[in-house]
């Protein structure tokens, strides 16, 4: 009897669908109680209907009990923050049509309007007393109020010609074009005339947040609540060559301008946070200027005299984030690590690092009087908000906000191989779902994007190796060199490397999977990738042209020379190819798929979005005429209203059923 329903339970199981993907819930946006004693979180629903994620706030407690929803509105609830006391939320809304600041009581009822302001709130933070409002908004930098920026938007609707002109860099940047207007930050007290709110960068050209990705974790209060930190790319700086980001300092007065703290540094600074006495000042650096991903180092200052020593400067790990423990003597931080992205502990008084979560990829993560809380998910689960145990230390769950437990899901397994240069580079296996052992595979070879990434112990929304493993295939993926979480040195060592040390590693991999696993078939091997994998794959194409029954590019480069002058962070290939194409022309050639479009012969799908400013459009159009004019059996699927990625529900159902039917037609 007892085997009977272990055989019904197998069968009633059904494999994991990109529907189930698509209308999965997801959690973020974790903020935990000044006590401890409630997290605050982010769900995230589908709306398949309208066609967009629908979010709401709600409420765990972290000794036990279930999940609660606080908000129910139609509109977007985000951005989680406590009062002081834990009893209330705060948060924004889109409700009523702009995006204001709200309160509510975590025992329920009605959601209070804390602000009426003439624009949206994007982000922000409360004073400790909860009176002063720090937010961020859109403001034409030359306007010293924010009636001013009304009017002149305003007059610009107006406008019946529709030219924009422009004299510098950016004119546009990943998916938007520049209106003129700058991310500034603002200072109001509650209550007061809105009249009364002080731009505190009034007359500076830059972004606080830095754009496109910047939030609310980039500015924070001094301990005397009487000024902000903040983080802005130097404005001396032409934007699309610079990653220095600077810290500054501007009272909240605004009578003084912004004060740059770090003068030396002419690399990334970021991510401000006192310690819990307010006598030291951490953020994260970087050392080598023009370039994104050099290892980020905890970096302590002493407040407010400035002496600084780098914590973490012996780690060979990129920290992610700064939150102290409430006796200030432990920083908690996020960093990826040979495939997986751990929660660490950073003692600040040596520097030595201790993983406290080590399996799986920790999202986010809080802390107050003595309680840790964090988002994790791994390669067959999604994130879900969990707790360190006080007595045993390990990850105890406080939301299932998925009912998976009918859903098959791929086992999977990390595994290395000798790589390029002797190195040990290290990959996963996500087998089939309904995996026989005496059954041999099709696979599906997935390439990460960057090159400065991971494909590692991650569930993904959209690259997700879960959906192949339904479909009938075993997914592999190779952290090739150039990845991040196995050092520094590493990382680094693909600079005008593109087509070379990854290649290889993508080449020895594939022959170790195929030595290693003998469930795989090696004759049925499609590749696929977006972005720096979408280069790749149109390396392959001519490179690698009698190894795939298939391949899928997927916004990615045909032509490094013209591709530099089409994007826009014009630091990325700079740094990657060593100089412009008029001073370096070879590090442009030496490994530019375009030239090797004559050895073309594998059925390939192209995909590219139309607002992708990263990896225009018409890479992807170019990539797809030369299939056609070489005759390679060949489609293109183009999403006019999508960026650098497809994120619209819809979207993603018809890239998954484009790209899994593309996979099954040349393999199956």
């Given at each position: ?224 609540q009487k000024s902000v930190v903040f983080t ?146 791994t390669l067959k689960a999604p994130a879900d ?13 406080l939301t299932a906000m998925n009912d998976l ?264």
């Amino acid at each position: 009897m007892h085997s009977l329903i272990i055989a019904l339970t197998l069968v009633a199981a059904k494999p994991y669908t990109i529907q189930d993907q698509v209308t999965m819930r997801r959690v973020s946006s974790l903020a935990l109680s000044p006590d401890g004693m409630h997290a605050a979180f982010v769900l995230r629903s589908t709306d398949m209907e309208a066609n967009r994620g629908r979010m709401d706030i709600w409420v765990v407690a972290t000794d036990a009990g279930e999940p609660r929803r606080l908000t129910s509105h139609p509109d977007n609830d985000t951005d989680p923050s406590w009062s002081q006391d834990g009893k209330r939320v705060y948060f924004l809304s889109s409700r009523g049509g702009s995006n204001q600041l709200y309160k509510m009581a975590i025992d329920g009822g009605e959601a209070e309007q804390v602000t009426k302001l003439a624009v949206d709130i994007e982000t922000y933070r409360l004073s400790a007393d909860e009176k002063t409002l720090v937010f961020s908004t859109e403001t034409f930098a030359d306007c010293p109020t924010l009636q001013c920026t009304q009017q002149r938007q305003a007059e610009q609707k107006k406008k019946l010609s529709s030219g924009k002109l422009y004299d510098a860099l950016f004119f546009r940047h990943w998916d938007t074009w520049k209106q003129g207007t700058r991310s500034h930050l603002f200072a109001y007290v509650l209550g007061d005339d809105p009249a009364k709110t002080k731009d505190l960068m009034n007359g500076v050209k830059m972004d606080a947040p830095t754009k496109p990705w910047g939030d609310a974790s980039e500015y924070t209060f001094t301990p005397d609540q009487k000024s902000v930190v903040f983080t802005a790319r130097d404005p001396g700086k032409n934007e699309a060559l610079s990653t220095d980001l600077d810290l500054y300092v501007v009272a909240l007065d605004g009578k003084a301008a912004p004060k740059k703290l770090t003068t030396e540094s002419r690399a990334t600074d970021t991510s401000p946070m006192f310690s819990p006495d307010g006598k030291t000042l951490a953020y994260l650096a970087m050392k080598q200027p023009g370039y994104e991903s050099d290892k980020q180092t905890i970096m302590l200052r002493e407040w407010p005299t400035g002496k600084t020593r780098a914590l973490t400067d012996a780690w060979d790990r990129s920290a992610e984030k700064i939150l102290f423990a409430a006796d200030g003597k432990t920083i908690y931080t996020l960093a990826d690590h040979q495939g997986q992205h751990p929660l660490f502990a950073i003692d600040v008084a040596s520097g030595n690092a201790t993983a406290l979560v080590a399996e799986g990829h920790v999202g986010e993560v809080d802390a107050a009087n003595g309680h840790i809380v964090f988002t994790r998910d791994t390669l067959k689960a999604p994130a879900d908000v969990f707790t360190l145990d006080p007595a045993t230390g390990a990850a105890k769950p406080l939301t299932a906000m998925n009912d998976l437990k009918n859903v098959a899901f791929g086992e999977f397994e990390q595994f290395d191989f000798t790589g390029a240069a002797g190195d040990k580079v290290y990959g996963f296996v996500v087998k089939p779902a309904t995996f026989d052992a005496k059954k041999k595979y099709p696979v599906a070879y997935l390439i990460h994007g960057g090159p400065q990434g991971s494909f590692g112990n991650h569930f993904h929304y959209r690259w997700n190796p879960q959906v192949y493993a339904a479909r009938g295939y075993v997914a592999v993926m190779i952290d090739f060199h150039g990845s991040t979480g196995y050092g520094q040195a590493f990382t680094d060592s693909i600079r005008d490397d593109w087509g070379g040390k990854p290649f290889e590693d993508l080449q020895l991999g594939l022959a170790a999977v195929a030595k290693k696993y003998n469930f795989v078939d090696e004759k049925k091997v499609c590749a696929l990738g977006a972005s720096y994998g979408g280069f790749m794959v149109n390396w392959i194409a001519g490179n690698w042209p009698d190894r795939f029954k298939c391949l899928v590019t997927h916004d990615g480069n045909l032509d490094e020379r013209l591709a530099y002058f089409d994007t826009e962070e014009l630091w990325f290939p700079e740094w990657e190819h060593k100089g412009t194409p008029w001073e370096n022309a070879a590090g442009y050639t030496k490994h530019n798929p375009i030239d090797h479009v004559a050895k073309w012969k594998t059925p390939t799908l192209v995909v590219h979005g139309g607002k992708d400013y990263r990896v225009v459009d018409t890479q992807g159009m170019a990539t797809f005429t030369a299939l056609q004019r070489r005759g390679v059996p060949s489609k293109f699927l183009y999403f006019p209203d999508e960026n650098h990625w497809v994120l619209k529900p819809h979207n993603s159902v018809q890239w998954h059923d484009t790209v899994l039917g593309w996979l099954d037609q040349w393999t199956k």
